[in-house]
Every structure is written in C-alpha cells, then in structure tokens.
C-alpha cells in the first residue's frame, strides 16, 4: 500500500461530459502530480502542484484543471470529454524535489 | 522535453532466462529511477541511481548508470514468473521525472 488513495477506481461516461478524480497524497508529502497512461504510450506528465501552488505543467489539455487543496488532496477536472481521453489517470505524491513518487493504483476513465 | 527511450518495448521469456532492459536519453539527468508497474496498480519503485557508473543490486535484479548519466539499464538474472509486470525508468531533473516508455516483460513458467 502506497498510501496514495484515488477515486473513483472506474468511472463510465460519455463524450462531452466532465468528471472529477480526486487523489489524497501520503501522510507528510506536500507535492501531487498528475499522469495520464494510454495503452500505447506510457506514463504523460500532466501536471503537478506543491504545497497548493501550480509548480508545472505538462501536456495536459486545455480542457483539464487541476488543484491542491489546504488539506493537500487534489483533484483533476476533465471536461468537455472525447473518446480519446479514456485511459488510466494516476496521482502520485513525493516530499518534494527529488524523492520518489508513490502513486496511487488509477482511476479508469473510459469514455463512450 | 525530455525523451527517454527504453528497449525493448516488448520482452516474454521462458523461466530461468537472462534479459536486460535499456533506458536511453540524449538528455543528462541527476539521478535515475525504476519503477514497476503490475496490472490494476500504480507503478512502484525498485531503485534510485544517483552517482554516474553507479551500480546497485537488488536480489537478483542489477541496475547500472551510464557514467555520463544518460542512460541506464535493468539486469534480471533467473527470471521468475513473478517478475513480470511493466518496467519503467525515470529521468529526474530538478523536481520533473520524465518517464521512459516502458518494457512489458512477461516470464513464462
């Protein structure tokens, strides 16, 4: 167990829909980030937030937001869905700087 | 962005067997990460490697840095079913990791 908690684990929608992930990072990590993962193109950095301010951005769609709360979980907002954005999202969380990411096991989006 | 390319993409062996897994880049990094990745979970790390030339064992898996710190690579000695899953390598720069594309390993009993 990562200590990283994402949900919803599934989540079943249809094109032009918007849908919230939310992540809870591990105890004491203040640093969240966001991937995307496609069967054929690995792990996309989106983006990622560090004690509740943006620190950067990746290739994450106009259409996608993102925050950090005071509390420090996060949630990614996906809107204006299309087919293309089915895939697993990940949220992983550090201490910061260089220590390693601990993820969370994915929400599945899948889009219809 | 910075690319790293890992080869193969796809890898299924018989038990028993040898494989290596490269990570490649163009860019330098300041330490490197493996990561594996099973089906339903997120990916989890297996080491870090900081120092270029470092070499660092974990049990029956080797993971070397290139000396100039571009490159890396996964050594599996007798591969065991339970070492299948998806491997990952991370180039870290500044507070970024920048994911490699990934190698699908499956081990055959």
């Known amino acids: 167990d990562s200590g990283v908690t994402q949900t919803p684990k599934h989540l079943i929608t249809a094109t032009g829909q918007r849908v919230t992930l939310r992540c809870s990072p591990r105890s004491g990590d203040l640093s969240v980030y966001w991937y995307q993962q496609s069967l054929d193109q690995g792990l996309q950095f989106l983006i990622q937030y560090y004690n509740g301010e943006e620190r950067a951005k990746g290739n994450i769609l106009e259409r996608f937001s993102a925050q950090q709360f005071p509390d420090l979980h996060s949630e990614l907002n996906l809107s204006s869905l299309e087919l293309g954005d089915s895939a697993l999202y990940f949220c992983?969380?550090?201490?910061?700087?260089?220590?390693?990411?601990?993820f969370g096991n994915g929400t599945r989006l899948t889009v219809t | 962005t910075q690319l790293l390319e890992q080869s193969p993409q796809f890898l299924s062996i018989q038990e028993g067997e040898n494989l290596t897994v490269y990570c490649n880049s163009s860019s330098v990094f300041s330490s490197l990460q493996w990561y594996r990745q099973e089906p339903g979970e997120g990916p989890v790390l297996l080491v870090t490697?900081?120092?270029?030339?470092e070499v660092k064992k974990l049990k029956r898996l080797t993971f070397q840095f290139g000396d100039a710190r571009k490159d890396s690579s996964l050594h599996i000695t007798a591969a065991q079913p339970g070492d299948t899953g998806l491997y990952l390598c991370?180039?870290?720069?500044?507070?970024?990791?920048?994911f490699g594309t990934g190698t699908s390993l499956t081990v055959i009993p």
């Open positions: 490697v900081v120092t270029g030339g």
């Open positions: 992983a969380s550090s201490v910061g700087g260089r220590s390693p990411l601990h």
């Open positions: 991370a180039g870290v720069s500044g507070n970024q990791f920048y």
